[in-house]
């Protein structure tokens, strides 16, 4: 996953730009996206999609000509949609639209004005010492015009309509950890998830943060009803605990099944409920008026957030391997379980069925038959019963299908 | 408000008594009140409207004709309702009708009788010793007759029907806090609230304690739907904390928002469930079959309560300011508080439609504003926000007004 | 009722045999049972009804006609549903036949094997040294032929076809606590029952365990939506504490009351939710697709459990009666109550009514006159009043049926 995150992580990802686009040309060769496009000036509910976003040469230089920052080092050098700036100021008047972050002063931070616009620079805290000049000329080559902003998603047809869907957000020019780290582990499972059926539908949308999740939903209403849960995947390969923020509605099946996971398989983690944890695409999903169900999975925080040491060096393909393997297991029991309901009436004759287990063969299942035998009324899920006697769903989900193949329970 | 407690405090005002008529009038002269007459034996659901009674002269003298008590002295000297009498007793039959407080030896007690009737006399427990002759005579010019009670009620029209309803005793002769704060806090209320224009229709209703609720509810039992909420007053001139007793249904509206006034309002005070507090007229008004949810506000408990100590001096404006001040603020939440409902979808643009909150402008809403753009799904009042967000009314009043005149929520 | 155990305990009570048929035969002189019998082989649900099983002559010997081991010393020498045997063994392939409980080693352990069977011989562990010869001869002259599983029931008509069943099971040879004390019990109760009216109906089932309940149920559906409560009645007569096992549903009014009563008449006993104290029939009753709540009463555990110990030495006659009245009071109040509710409006005139009750009466009464008026709203039974304000059940009943004489309440 980490040849993802090297070939895109410097791009000018910005949320209407060239270097976003790349991006996606770039995924599309992996797997087959279908891109939506939606205009500059579009209006998404209460949104409006803003324009393209461009920048050539920038930099500040001193009066004799020596350039003091220079945007060709690094993408972060200016705040992304920058206005364009071409003039002589005073150190006081550039001070004030040089950006930098005090709590981690080596590194040069990450800001975005895409709304209420500005010009401005962004530098290493460290570095503020050296503008020891009166005055300064400054240059931004930057450029506004008509495009478009785009969504893309591949979709796994199911057995059924219902859907899951699996967002990472793909803008955020040279974050690593912040948006790419979600991007892979989410193409990956895509990857892998082509390859079998599955009872659900699932949808892999990759999209500028908000803007892009707000305007894609606002332009294809009719999906919304179809979309069942949603996972929110980013900030994935930093070394840090798992974090799992519940969903708006805080207890569904989603809900209990990522917690349940997260239990058996992690040392650690740590869980909030919705936008306690961490921001994103589920405030546009999970939010008024659309209501789909979506946690989001993520280590947050780590230190380097938002700034130029969001790099390659503090993500590795073991942690996202982890997270790819919780996220797959999580996917595996939302999609397996059903609700089992009884046929029978009384005990069941376990000895006469085969259904009896030896406590030698299966401790656990033996000592849990009689409380499963009692959980089949078809109020409970599979994974229901498994949460609540605290076993294996595996374990649970074979047993009681031997009740199915049996015919002493249907499937509701 | 002193005034009004001053002028009255020391009429004979027993629940169906010329002192009690005599109350009214003088009120009436600053509030419109209008009184409803329920004639003596008049059946009230379970209860019978009891006859007007009146005393003229009452003492107790030894046979040389000293008088030893007399009625002229303290209206406390006889019990309410007290049987004529007219004989020589011994000292023994004497003190069977002589009734004290020996936990409070240099008070005369105030006593009543208004079913079971007897005759019988009231003093301090320390004059007891004074009795040592063998024999007395003992005098009581009382009469009954058939008369009428009377419940007035003023009231004040709202844009609607639904009615809240304040109540408070006027009876209880030569008591000051028990029954008279009560009445002057609420007459008070009455006149500033007549200013303004409300969105519920408010009654402020003067009562003999228990009966008068009953009689004027069992007579206008087509008011009672209309009642939606209702508040008692009493006690609310002495020297303690302040006590809410909630309603019988118990986390009405009203419970919630009279509990977050005090918490916000007070330094102190102390809460229990219906009838655990104090007990006076909203067990006719939440009781069975009525069921109005009525909480009680009072500074009960106080050591001079029934007795002659309880007389002006016990009391004092600045505490009858601080209760009217508390009813004041919990009408007003109750009567401006609505339900908003979303009319849009997705997460607002908030800077779009200027709703972004500065931290430097109001830190605690700059926080808030994502929960509350949250909870705007027609389910909660602006008050439920308010407090579940431990935030000010106003604040999130004024905050989701501006929601409203932007066109992004309606009014439920 | 000790006298029935006398009389029983040492029959060869096996589920379908001569000596649980003997045993009905006996207890049928004592209460009119009604007996079902359900043929060997009869499909019942899930289960199927087993052969009569009867063992004659069965031994061990050595080679040299030594009788080491004789089935007429003790009924428990055999299993249970025994395979018969004739044949010399190695003493290896004896030891994988010959039951004991190390545990407790001076006793004979009760062993059965319905349904998968096999032969075999159980027997004091401490005996197990005596077995030093390398090859023994094992007879064991048993029989399976068509019966009739035997299941009876006693009914006392009630002024409703709801029903209240009680159940006890006959089977287990020679054992005198596990089965035989909850029989005894349940005759005792029906006895004491049938002298007097009641509300609801009462059937007394004594069944072989599972199998009867299952077979009685599954050929009896019809009486099934009738029953209403139920419970179970077992291991009475040994010295421990009550043991309440609360219904599968787990708060019905039976599971209240039973607590309620064992709370107020024990010093102490324990309780635990369905199929967590000791299991037994209520799985058939309260099993899946059937549903009756029904508890389970029991001194569970004892140490002589399932083996020659649990005699009529370890049992007492005071233990039965006091069982038997914990269970007699349950049924009262499950009987008498009923669901009051208010015909009048307001707070009653208690003294018109003569419904005041002096605090020197009954104080207790006195201090909830009030809380028992409001709790007439036809949503809580008698029981549920009692037990919410912690009082005797008897004297709340006595208070309200005073309501109900004064037209102020019906029954709902």
């Known amino acids: 996953m980490m040849e ?6 410097f791009k000018r990802r910005d949320i209407v730009s060239d270097g976003y686009d790349e991006s ?17 000036g579009t209006k998404c509910w209460t949104w409006i999609v803003p324009e393209k976003w461009s920048a050539g040469e920038a930099y500040i230089e001193d009066l004799k000509g020596n350039k003091v920052l220079d945007l060709k080092d690094c993408p972060l050098h200016i705040i992304s949609y920058s206005l364009p700036v071409d003039k002589i100021v005073t150190r006081a008047e550039l001070m004030k639209h040089l950006h930098t972050n005090p709590q981690r002063p080596g590194a040069i931070p990450f800001e975005f004005n895409y709304y209420e616009r500005d010009w401005g620079f962004c530098i ?11 005055r300064y000329r400054v240059f931004i080559d930057s450029k506004f015009e008509k495009g478009s902003l785009k969504v893309s998603d591949y979709t796994i047809k199911g057995e059924t309509d219902e859907t899951v869907v699996l967002v990472a957000h793909l803008c955020h020019p040279a974050m690593v950890n912040d948006g790419l780290t979600g991007v892979t582990v989410l193409v990956d499972i895509a990857k892998e998830m082509s390859l079998k059926t599955h009872h659900y539908t699932y949808k892999f949308l990759l999209v500028p943060e908000t803007i892009g999740s707000v305007a894609y939903l606002s332009q294809n209403e009719d999906i919304i009803p179809k ?5 929110f995947l980013e900030m994935l390969g930093n070394n840090n605990i798992h974090a799992l923020q519940l969903t708006r509605q805080g207890s569904t099946r989603l809900d209990r099944i990522a917690r349940y996971v997260m239990k058996r398989e992690l040392t650690n983690f740590r869980e909030g409920p919705f936008r ?10 999970n939010g008024p ?9 993520s280590r947050y925080p780590y230190p380097e957030y938002h700034t ?6 503090i993500v590795s393909e073991e942690n996202l391997n982890e997270s790819k393997a919780l996220i797959l297991e999580i996917l595996n029991i939302l999609d397996n379980d059903y609700i089992p309901k009884r046929k029978f009436k009384g005990p069941v004759f376990l000895s006469g069925y085969d259904l009896w287990i030896d406590w ?30 605290n076993m294996e769903f595996n374990d649970v989900q074979n047993y009681v299908n031997k009740f199915f193949n049996k015919g002493l329970i249907t499937k509701v």
């Open 4 to 9: 993802l995150i090297n070939d895109l992580w």
């Open 24 to 40: 996606l040309d770039y995924i599309s060769k992996t797997i087959p996206l279908k891109i939506h496009e939606i205009p500059s």
């Open 124 to 134: 290493q805290h460290n570095r503020l010492k050296e503008f020891t000049k009166d």
């Open 227 to 231: 979309l069942k849960y949603g996972i």
């Open 276 to 285: 306690k944890v961490i921001g994103n695409d589920e405030m546009a999903f």
């Open 289 to 297: 008026g659309v209501n789909v169900p979506m946690i989001s999975i």
């Open 308 to 313: 130029s040491d969001d790099n390659p060096g």
């Open 360 to 389: 030698r063969i299966n401790k656990k299942l033996n000592e849990n038959i009689e409380q499963i035998m009692l959980k089949l009324e078809g109020d409970k899920s599979v994974f229901d019963i498994a949460k609540e006697l």
